[in-house]
Every structure is written in C-alpha cells, then in structure tokens.
C-alpha cells in the first residue's frame, strides 16, 4: 500500500499524518489525509492490545464510523528472516469486524486467519480493498468474497489457494487489483480471470503460468501492468 490509490473518490495517501496511542497500549488511532482536505481514521489492532482490550472497550470506539482498520503483524521476523506463526487469529479479528459494517479498507497482513472470518468479511458491503496477504486463506474462503458489489482491490500473496480458488473471483466484476504472488496458479487459473474486464493490475509474480496464459491476458481490455517475474517458464 505504498504511493496513493482512490478511496471514494479520494485519492489517498499512506503516509501518516496524525497518530496517537493511548497509555495502556490498548489501540492506536491514526488520521489519514485524502488530497481534497479529507481526513480518514484509521485503527489500529494487534494480538496484545486487542487482549487488554474488553468488549466495552471496542464499543467504545464507535467502530460503526471506522472506514480503515489495520490488523499489526506482531511476528517480526527473526536474524535469518523467518517469521514465526502470527498470534492474531480469528477470534481478534471477528471481535473488530463485526463492530465495523461500514469499514473500506481492512488489512490483515501475516494474521494467522482462516476461512471462517471471509463468512463476516463477505457481508462488507462498502469494502473496498482487502489485504489478506500471507494469510491462511484458501480456495473455500475465496468464495464468501463474490458478494462483495465494491471490492476493487484484493491482496493474496502466499495464500495456499490454487487456480481452483479463482473461479470463485471471476463474478467480482469491480476488481481492478489483484495480487496472487506466491500462490499456486497455473494457466488454467488464468482462464478465470479473463471475466474480469475492469482489471488494470494483475501480479502472478512466482507461479506456475507460461507463455499461453500471457495470450490469455491479452483479452482483459483494462489491464495496464502486469507482474510474471519468477515464472520459469515465460
């Protein structure tokens, strides 16, 4: 999320203008400043706070206003640049998003989530990106997602999902970003994605694709970047 992207027609920037973080460490709070003046909340969540943190304390922030809510990886890597198993897990993010219905953006980032959160995320009607990168996400999860009438950008690095999973993505026809580093996709994945007419970037850095998916993509009219580093065999 580097650089700047439209969010309601705003244009966004992810540097931070304003933050603050209460005495306990509980949650952190920051401002973001959209280029028309616009300034959005965003929340913060780790594993510890979220465990110092009762359920009046969520109520409390009024989470029914938040637009972005940021999920911390709290697994930093080690000397060789290993990351050990994330301690956020479904139930830190269930208790956020289930006080959030009106929230855009939501990143979860390495958080040790599975399917079972997708079935509240799906019911996001207003969500606009969804980062799930390095998440235990897998092809079943995928498909809560097709519900979703405004998602634009979907994150999917080093997910265990395969080109199976993406046929459950070719029915959101608002995508217009789509990162599935890392993950198990091949050139019949690629046939799936041909539905997505509005698509401007698709990253298939380090799959399994060759030359005839490039053929594939040259259907897509939007498209304007395409990442393939990694792939032996183009």
């Excluded at 958080?111 to 997708?118: Q, R």
Aim: proline fraction near 3%; hydrophobic fraction near 40%.
């Amino acid at each position: 999320l580097d650089g700047a992207f439209e969010l309601g027609g705003s244009v966004l920037r992810t540097d931070r203008t304003a933050a603050s973080l209460d005495d306990s460490g509980q949650s952190a709070c920051e401002s973001q400043q959209a280029d028309d003046g616009d300034t959005r909340k965003v929340l913060r969540f780790s594993h510890d706070r979220l465990a110092r943190m009762t359920d009046e304390d969520l109520d409390q922030l009024n989470l029914a206003d938040a637009t972005w809510i940021m999920f911390d990886p709290d697994n930093l890597p080690d000397n060789a640049g290993h990351f050990p198993d994330s301690k956020l897990d479904d139930t830190d993010v269930m208790r956020v998003i289930c006080r959030a219905p009106n929230v855009e953006v939501l990143e979860m980032y390495q958080a040790a989530v599975t399917n079972d959160v997708l079935e509240t995320v799906g019911r996001l009607e207003k969500l606009v990106l969804l980062n799930l990168d390095h998440t235990e996400i897998s092809n079943q999860g995928l498909a809560h997602l097709k519900s979703l009438p405004r998602l634009r950008m979907l994150y999917l690095s080093g997910c265990p999902i395969n080109s199976r999973g993406l046929r459950h993505l070719s029915n959101i026809q608002t995508l217009e970003v789509l990162v599935v580093s890392g993950c198990f996709i091949d050139n019949d994945g690629v046939e799936h994605l041909v539905a997505l007419k509005k698509l401007k970037y698709l990253d298939l850095v380090d799959t399994k694709i060759s030359d005839a998916a490039l053929y594939t993509l040259q259907s897509l009219p939007d498209l304007e970047r395409l990442q393939i580093s990694g792939n032996r065999e183009v």
